[in-house]
């Protein structure tokens, strides 16, 4: 296993465990931790190069999640926004030839 790998694998399981521990001491609904697991897993299936780009596209669906099914606007923007700054940073990753690491 690729030390890449390794650290990819291991910050999604973090991400889980963040997400599993919420679940359980807040007591969160289980469509919001569906919508949170994907949007941590979704970005591991494809190749380091386009980690962010996916990962800015989750994260405009849960920010999507956010607005249509709970009606928080606040958070749904904040997360649309960071979404797309995640897309802008993944666009720049794929035209810079230094980050082509797989």
Known sequence: MSPLLKERLISTGIQLAIIAGLWFAVGLVWQLVAVLAGAAVIPLLFPYRYERLVSGVALLGVA????????????????????????????????SPSEARE
């Open 64 to 95: 999507a999640f956010f607005y249509f099914w709970g009606g928080w606007v606040n958070v749904a923007v904040l997360l649309a926004v960071i979404g797309v700054v995640m897309i802008g940073f993944g666009a720049w990753r794929l035209k």
